[in-house]
């Protein structure tokens, strides 16, 4: 491809020159045919040193353009995006003598792959590998935001107590973000799912009855006091009679949670790991 396909990825990582733009552009050309996928498929790039990291769909891989006279291209896959469960940036040894890291890990805690940057040489080397570093963070953060999806769940129809079900849900999130399992940290969790599935799903489902209001929802025009999680089946019974479908708001509670996964998974990690 043309370098000018790969342009706004360049220089969104601060690759400017044209020379190095040729170059990457390449690199980018090899890494496409070796991993089997397209331009779109990327998420972004980031230099490491003076190779060039592609975060796609398909995992990450490093690229290198060896030799001077008889150039040759080297790709090296360095481990995939789905799976990845915590991202740490960390410096190893001294800066003088050690490295910085941008380490995977899984749901367990086992290290899935590593992309490293040496930190010897010159006094500029640091600065450099630092916003190389926190580019290429931030690439494959978004890009583990945007591959997360929920798992297969049953539909909450299924779960006698509609609060028992995001109870679940709230613990499977803070187990996939890879952090130590408290219960605490999964009411937190609850609560939070819970009162965006109150303001988002069910004034939604109440809109065409005139409910701008979730105390509409009540005949007393009050509802109790407590947090959402608490409330939410009593306030899940007054929802399904007004609009007069249990399918249809429990439909509305499943769209909710599946959308919110991947935000909340971020968000635990983010706050926790």
């Not at 490093?62 to 040759?72: C, D, L, Q, W, Y």
């Amino acid at each position: 491809m043309a370098v000018n396909d790969y342009l706004n990825l360049l220089l969104d990582a601060d690759i400017s020159d044209r020379h190095a733009q040729e170059k990457y552009g390449r690199c980018l050309d090899a890494v496409l045919a070796q991993e089997g996928a397209g331009v779109d498929d990327i998420f972004g790039v980031g230099q490491r040193h003076d190779d060039i990291c592609v975060v796609h769909r398909k995992g990450i891989a490093v690229a290198s353009e060896k030799g001077i006279f008889n150039t040759r291209i080297e790709v090296r896959r360095v481990g995939p995006i789905m799976g990845v469960a915590r991202l740490r940036k960390e410096v190893e040894g001294f800066k003088g003598r050690g490295g910085m890291s941008i380490i995977g890990y899984d749901a367990g805690g086992q290290e899935l792959w590593k992309v490293n940057w040496g930190l010897g040489g010159p006094d500029w080397v640091v600065p450099m590998v630092e916003r190389q570093s926190e580019h290429l963070f931030k690439v494959i953060s978004e890009a583990m935001d945007t591959v997360a999806e929920a798992p297969a769940r049953p539909s909450v129809s299924s779960a006698p107590s509609k609060a028992g079900a995001i109870m679940n849900w709230a613990a499977d999130v803070v187990r996939a973000a890879g952090v130590q399992m408290t219960g605490e940290r999964v009411e937190e969790h609850a609560n939070m799912v819970a009162a965006g599935i109150r303001m988002f799903g069910f004034l939604k489902l109440g809109a065409p009855y005139g409910i701008d209001d979730l105390d509409k929802f009540y005949p007393s025009g009050e509802m109790p006091d407590g947090p959402p999680i608490a409330t939410f089946d009593e306030l899940y019974r007054h929802v399904v009679a007004r609009v007069g479908s249990a399918s249809l708001v429990d439909r509305e509670i499943d769209q909710q949670l599946a959308g919110a996964w991947g935000e909340f998974v971020n968000g635990c990690r983010e706050t926790y790991a």
